[in-house]
């Protein structure tokens, strides 16, 4: 049975519902999302959410309460941030979002809200150690992880919303004003000395973050349509904020990349991450599409702990895949198998020098071969490259994801190569050889199990004057299989340069 | 309980096995497909299959039974063509495939095997007149078609293996022997005087059109990576078979869109389609995808007489993605209601002229809209107008399809606009108006059920006093559906250039 999670996010600019699926083996994936632009930081009046802010946010809980019902969600989380935490009313908000839609909401700390920050980042991204940042309408979150532990998080109270309303009296902030708000927030910063030149990267997290990687991707003519994990270096912040805040609010707003609603609260936050990577001494900042509401989905799926390394983050999403794009597991699992056997005994004669993470992309490039056969059996692998290109995997860059996507999709050379001049900002002619070989070792393990039904149980390689033989342990001595191993074969054998040689040991 | 089916098809130049899955509602889409290449025609001597003929065939049809016993098809349906037909001892192979396989084959007559031919075309083509032809190793099937109904047909005992072996000497044929040719087949379509100048497409099947298909595809860039239904001119072909019959073989071989295992005899078959273009006087040829064993599996799903229409085509197609795709019917068959109704309405106040293909657009488009959330809820959209434009939609030509993908994933003007570039051949501005319009239908239709719960019944548009005014029937008066509609009926209002205001009428 399938159950769904419903979770609110009320936060100082925006309140959104968000509405995940998850599978029999725990699995999730998102499968409604609805938001409502509220700008409560807009509403707080000498410390209390005024009476409009309190009528709009019950409106908007109605409707979610709405669509929960509709999607028929059993578990809902709702939680809050700046601007209810700050309200000296927002527990009477609370109650009343409770007593009207049923929603029970809770109000996060600062220390909390922070913490689903990294829970988000540490359960989908590969990084060890790493400053997250999250900027809000209200307050901005920092944390600092190493060894994929929480060291060190904080809570400002202040966010885009806030500091644009503080800092800046026109639409196009004078230099004056600009300089304040940037004494103001590496002020502000070092009052957190853990910070200081870590040299680490910077994750940024929220809306401001995505716009930033949006401009930057298409100044730069991106060849992925994919933010999440998308690097830009600090210089290249600085730049773009210095354009942008010269610029009049109507010109602002038309940069491709820059949400309307918040073109004109995006140079605070923006001026916020340039302050952040000078401080920490960082030279990149990666851009998050996860943030709060999926550190607290991942908590209630997961746990309060991040996985402990980014292989169990690729491990979940490659289930996720299969389950989502209904795989043949035991199929594909035995392909995995057999590849992986192939490459470590490959690797014990000495036939190649791949290490752990070659071995994983294989791994994981066999699991998902033929997820395109759910789009259709025609092109299939066309459309394998397809999805594992264009849908976010938790735990890879933008390389790594291509490269899984080749391996799983290789079908020719050819092909490999056009998939490569489509992305020369991420590949190169060097990744032609890795993708051939683990290509064509994973074509040739596909074969071996053509039949779906592991009928060939194990191979065996060994070495006899000059030639490698493949023994094939199989349930008997004439299956489909053995039929279709030529043509695969002799293309291992070319791409990995040996003379392969294939015997059944029935 | 889905069912599948396996059509074993036992040609003259290959053997293949297709499977296909059949859902609950009958549509069926195929799962995997398996090839031998026999070259039977290449066995007969003396009019006998040869022991080295029958020992191959019996060896791939053993295995194709494996595929079926891993596949659980229960329902095998075998059908052997003009080898086995024109082999004094066909019984004796067919006998003895069942004996050691359990495969039960049928040996079709040419009237049969023309007849497939036809189904296969009426079931996936939006065409009412044509003629067909099918050109294979040992056998080319004819036929002409008129209102949908079969008028003649005719199987000449000729095919591209026995043309090549009995008029070409050398790998590159000399003037003369290619004169021989193509009178020899000007005189044999003589004997078939119903296929004089009836100036209609002639729908070409099999490898060889397959072939010349990809051939012309390379040759113009043709934007689109999809061959049933793609045309080409009879100047094309000429031009294409003129280009090739000079070339060596090798070469012929390296020729984009040639493969590998056919080069060798592609010749006569263009030769063949050129001289039947001739014989009809028709400027046109249809590559059809689907060919014998479609047309065998047309008949075991939905019998022996075609669909009456190509709309009905059209709306199976329909139904085969939504249950492929796992689109949420109720919600979308509501928006393919409220939608046709608003065209409808429209239509009734003279706010446009667009006829029954425009309204069956807008009906398809709207219940596959939601196909892309199947790939993911990030780049929906994205993804719908993927699989549209991507995978086979039976009934209609590739500018049908992709304007039926536009409106489906239908977001902005802007993508529109970015879609319509990137297919500059089929594609052209006087489209942009047709898809921005039933776009912005669509979009506001499919807010009107936001919650997917069908809470809104019925949406009337009346006239007064210069403003149009829709007055909504919903189930209460408070509905998610109510709090979204501004942005989509703003939008809408425009692109049709209306004055539109909504109330509820609850």
Redesign the interface.
Known sequence: MKKSIGVIDLGSNTARLVIYEQDDSGMV??????KYSLRLSNHLRAGRLDEEGVAKTL?AM??FK??LD??KVTQAIGVATAAVRQAENGRELTAAIERESGISMRVLSGKEEARYGYLAVLNSMPVDEGITIDIGGGSTEVTYFRDRQLIESHSFPFGIVTLTSQFFREEVPSEEEFAQLRTFLADSLATCPWLANRQCPVIAIGGTARNLGKIHQRQVHYSM?SLHHYPIQADAVTNILNALRRLPLEERRQIPGVSKDRADVILAGMAAFESLLHYAQSDCLLVSNKGLRDGVLYETVWGEQPPASTAIVRERSALQFMNRYQVDQPHSRHVRDLALSLFDQLQQHALHSFGGFERQLLENAALLHDTG???????AS??TF??LS???MAGYTHRERLLLAMIASYKTNKLAQSQIARHPDLLGKQDKSLVEKLGHLLLFSRVLD????QAISAVRLASTGGEFVLSCTGKQP???EY?LLDEPLSKLSKAWKIPLKVVVDA
């Open positions: 994936a998102e499968i409604d999302n609805i409106t109605r409707q709405k669509l509709a999607r349509d056969r759910t789009i259709n059996v025609y092109e066309e459309h397809y999805l264009n849908v976010l053509r039949s779906m039904t004439d299956l489909l039929s």
